[in-house]
Nanobody, 115 residues
Framework: QVQLVESGGGLVQPAGSLRLSCAAS????????MGWYRQAPGKQRELVAI???????YYGNSVKGRFTISRDNAKNTVYLQMNSLKPEDTAIYYC?????????WGQGTQVTVSS
C-alpha cells in the first residue's frame, strides 16, 4: 500500500508564489513518474507537470515558464514551485505517482489565487 501526503496549498494574491510538496510512503517500488494535476470547478482534471524516471519533464502549456517541478528521490517526494500565480490557477491540486505501473493520487490541496 502506498500513501501520498500533500502540503503547501493555500490562499495567495495574484503574482505571488506557493510551493507544493507530496511525499510517498509505504511499499514503494520502482517510481516511474511523479507529478501534479489540477481540477478547477466545472472543469476536467488537467496535467500541470510531470517528471519521468528517465529525467524528462513535461509542463502544461498554461504553466510553462511559471511552474517548476522537482523531486527528491531519497525522500520519495515531489515538489511544485508555482510563481507568478494567476487567478486562473485556482484549483485543487493533486499529486500523482506511477509506481511499478500502478497509479496513485494524493488527497488534493486547494490553491486559491485571489486579491
Amino acid at each position: 500500500q502506498v500513501q501520498l501526503v500533500e502540503s503547501g496549498g493555500g490562499l495567495v494574491q495574484p503574482a505571488g508564489s506557493l510551493r507544493l510538496s507530496c511525499a510517498a510512503s509505504g511499499s514503494i517500488g520502482s517510481i516511474n513518474a511523479m507529478g501534479w494535476y489540477r481540477q478547477a470547478p466545472g472543469k476536467q482534471r488537467e496535467l500541470v507537470a510531470i517528471a519521468h524516471s528517465g529525467g524528462s519533464t513535461y509542463y502544461g502549456n498554461s504553466v510553462k515558464g511559471r511552474f517548476t517541478i522537482s523531486r527528491d528521490n531519497a525522500k520519495n517526494t515531489v515538489y511544485l514551485q508555482m510563481n507568478s500565480l494567476k487567478p486562473e490557477d485556482t484549483a485543487i491540486y493533486y499529486c500523482y505517482f506511477r509506481i511499478t505501473l500502478y497509479d496513485y493520487w494524493g488527497q488534493g490541496t486547494q490553491v486559491t489565487v485571489s486579491s
